[in-house]
């Protein structure tokens, strides 16, 4: 009787290993792909950025923000970088 309680007790320690182990592989692949994800993130995030500070610079006398159709990419870049510094928690 003894014995297979043993025998039971084994089986069991055993399946519970395994499924610890594959949930924690799966939850280090997680991990890495938000990591990434992240990653991603603050680089377009810092592309988008600069890009609106290199137009800037280009149009020091605002004469194409202030213009319809330019002004438009203008107030779309800063409500994307807005919103991006939303996202990652940074203003």
Known sequence: MIGMLGYIF???????????????IK??????????????????KFKTRKALEEMRDIDSRE???????????????KEIVEELGEKTNEA
């Open 63 to 77: 004469a194409f923000e202030k213009d319809d159709d330019v002004g438009s990419v203008f107030a779309g870049l």
């Open 10 to 24: 084994i089986c069991t320690t055993a399946i519970l290993g395994y499924a610890t182990y594959n949930l924690l």
């Open 27 to 44: 939850v280090e692949v997680l991990e890495e792909e938000l990591l990434d994800t992240i990653d991603e993130v603050l680089d377009v």
